[in-house]
């Protein structure tokens, strides 16, 4: 009798255990999928992928979501990077940066059902969502903040490519620059190489060699080598994308801030609640949150300079700047 009632006990054991496995296995189909394809130069670059991921880290423990990742060097291609995360069953797949809009028109051409995202660049397909940003904004501000820290009249601009989006960082910082130092000489590089610290340092070198004092770098890992270059030289930096002041902490006065993380946070939380994307291009400037700067440090900035950056703002909030894009 004993053996009898212990074999059912057991019974109703695993019955419940089994139940259990079952409701979690219901519930883990039930959360959002989300899968992102990074940037050519993937995790690490303590930028622009570093900052998206913690934009989706941060979903997946606030909003129980569950997110997946591939990388250039890990997928081969951003093709067959974005076809992976379509077929692991993810409710969105993302897109990050300028350079991967082919690849992922390619594959969205191919799953018309699928929703992606895609920043940094602009689509005109139905299922793409596009997120892009006001980085001439931001990068304004910064440009204010140098043409104000200059002593030699001499500042620096580093871009990991010349193309239409780096760009619009250059454009701003210049106009910044020229808004409250107009005799200021800016001095413009291109790397052409997103991923390469050791070649942002020698850029910088050179431009601190032609009288530089204050650089700023749009150019992924490769603009960390301009900061530490700068910070060895006993020069003064601007960082780029999310606080950089970490990497050097003697040179970095600010940092443009280009809120990917909130941005794709955010668009996670929209598709949770609705089931689906409202806009299909998102444009993220200062009034949205989209961009902006991190504290000032190194140096302080008088009070009346401290009021005309204010300034600065509140007319790029109202359109009362004008920027004009190369």
């Not at 930028?47 to 997110?67: C, M, N, P, V």
């Not at 808004?179 to 800016?186: F, G, H, L, T």
Request: hydrophobic share 45%; net charge negative; proline share 2%.
């Amino acid at each position: 009798m004993k053996r009898i009632m212990y074999v059912l006990f057991i019974a109703v054991l695993l019955a419940g255990g089994l139940a259990g496995c079952a409701n979690t296995e219901l519930k883990a189909k039930e959360r959002v999928k989300i899968g992102i394809m990074l940037s050519d130069v993937g995790l690490g670059d303590q930028s622009f992928s570093d900052a998206a991921f913690a934009g989706l880290t941060k979903a997946r423990d606030e909003l129980d979501i569950l997110f997946d990742y591939r990388e250039l060097q890990e997928a081969g291609s951003y093709e067959k990077g974005f076809t992976e995360l379509v077929e692991d069953g993810n409710d969105i797949v993302i897109g990050l940066g300028f350079m991967v809009l082919e690849d992922l028109e390619k594959v969205a051409k191919k799953y018309p059902e699928q929703q992606f995202i895609l920043v940094d660049s602009v689509s005109e397909m139905e299922n793409i969502t596009s997120i892009i940003f006001k980085e001439e904004q931001g990068s304004f501000l910064a440009g204010a903040v140098a043409g104000m820290t200059t002593k030699s009249k001499v500042v620096g601009f580093v871009g990991g490519a010349d193309v239409p989006l780096i760009r619009k960082f250059k454009s701003g910082f210049e106009q910044g620059v020229k808004a409250v130092k107009p005799d200021a000489e800016i001095k413009v590089a291109y790397s052409e190489d997103f991923g390469n610290a050791d070649l942002g340092g020698k850029i910088a070198a050179g431009m601190i060699d032609e009288g530089a004092d204050v650089l700023y770098a749009a150019a992924g890992f490769t603009g960390v080598g301009v900061l530490k270059e700068a910070q060895a030289r006993k020069k003064f930096a601007i960082g780029v994308d999310s606080d950089q002041y970490f990497f050097a902490e003697k040179a970095i006065i600010t940092s443009m801030l280009k809120n990917v993380d909130i941005a794709l946070y955010e668009a996670v939380k929209e598709f949770q609640s609705e089931k689906k994307l409202k806009s299909r291009q998102i444009e993220l400037g200062i009034n949205e949150q989209g961009v902006g700067l991190a504290p000032i440090r190194v140096i302080k900035l008088s009070p009346e300079q401290e009021k005309t950056l204010k300034d600065l703002e509140d007319k790029l909030s109202t359109n009362g700047v004008s920027i004009q894009l190369d």
